[in-house]
């Protein structure tokens, strides 16, 4: 009897908790129209001045929704899940907000990570961030393995810089010393996984963003478990700091 009861409390909780709760009310993206910057609520205008220049003067309106929902009036800080047809505009609907909130951090760290299944689309994404970032003095990693990991790491991580007149040697410098060179990482799975496990200073500590983008190839593959270990840290992170 007591079994019972349990199950049926167990099923009435289970049906009081929506597996996804930010996706209980959705934006039809396909109710909006496009938005000339210009008209754009809070664009940092180094963001609008990069954007003009190259060839974009408005938003498509997935971007207009993301940035709704992100940036606009009302916004409050959430994940959320785009899902909209190739070619739509999705990237820069998610870059735009967070070159936009990041362009007031004053320290520089590792922020958001962007992760795709493959090194043609990370480049890509790279590219876009790359048109707006530099604007309000962000920099853009990419951690592909395009190059060796070596190159890789000295892209992605400061050394301290020698006082004048100090000797020191590397050797003992410990990682809590080391720096990210960059705000903003574009990054495959395998080659994330490297870094979190073997790149000295590459912490994802500090970071407030994380776009999984081609979510449905990502999840397919295991890729060096790269979930649940990402979202795991960040998580782990963001909430021992709270
Ligand atoms: N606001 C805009 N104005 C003009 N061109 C844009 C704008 N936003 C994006 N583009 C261009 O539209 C094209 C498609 O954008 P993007 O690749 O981001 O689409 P997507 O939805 O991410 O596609 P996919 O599903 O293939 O990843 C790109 O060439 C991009 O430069």
Redesign the pocket.
Known sequence: MEEEEAREQKKIARKKVAVLPWMRSPVDVGSLNKCPLTHLPFLHPRLEAALCSS??D???P??VAVWQETIGPGSFARDICVN??????????YALPIVQILSTRVVKCLRALVVLPTRD?AL?VRD?FATIAPAVGLSVGLAVGQSSIADEISMLIERPKPEAGICYDPAEHHSTELQSAVDILVATPGRLMDHINNTKGFTLEHLRFLVV??TDRLLREAYKSWLPTTPELFVSYSRSTR
């Open positions: 060839g974009i408005s938003l498509f997935v971007q909209s047809p190739t070619g739509s505009g999705k990237t820069l609907a689309l890509q876009v983008d081609e």
